[in-house]
Nanobody, 115 residues
C-alpha cells in the first residue's frame, strides 16, 4: 500500500508563490514517476509536472517557466514550487505516484489564486 500526503495549498494573490509538498510512504521502492496534476471546477484533470526517479522532468506548457518540480529521495518527497501564479492556476492539485502496473493519488490540496 502507498500513501501520499499533500500539503502547501492555500489562497494567494496573482503573482504570488506557493510550494506544494507530497510525502510518499509505504511500498514505494518501485515508483517510476511522481507528479502533480490539477483539476479546476468543471474541467478534466490535467498534468502539471512530473519527475522520474533519475530526475527527468516534464511540464505542461501552461506552467513552463513558472513552476518547478523537484524531489528529495531521502525524504521520499516531491515538491512543486509555483511562482508567478495566475487566477487560471486555481484548482485542486493532486499528487500522483506511478508504478509499473498502477497509480496512486493523494487526496488533493486546494490552490486558489485571486486576481
Amino acid at each position: 500500500q502507498v500513501r501520499l500526503a499533500e500539503s502547501g495549498g492555500g489562497l494567494v494573490q496573482a503573482g504570488g508563490s506557493l510550494r506544494l509538498s507530497c510525502a510518499a510512504s509505504g511500498s514505494i521502492f518501485s515508483i517510476i514517476r511522481m507528479g502533480w496534476y490539477r483539476q479546476a471546477p468543471g474541467q478534466q484533470r490535467e498534468l502539471v509536472a512530473t519527475i522520474t526517479r533519475d530526475g527527468s522532468t516534464n511540464y505542461a506548457d501552461s506552467v513552463k517557466g513558472r513552476f518547478t518540480i523537484s524531489r528529495d529521495n531521502a525524504k521520499n518527497t516531491v515538491y512543486l514550487q509555483m511562482n508567478s501564479l495566475k487566477p487560471e492556476d486555481t484548482a485542486v492539485y493532486y499528487c500522483n505516484a506511478q508504478f509499473p502496473t498502477n497509480d496512486y493519488w493523494g487526496q488533493g490540496t486546494q490552490v486558489t489564486v485571486s486576481s
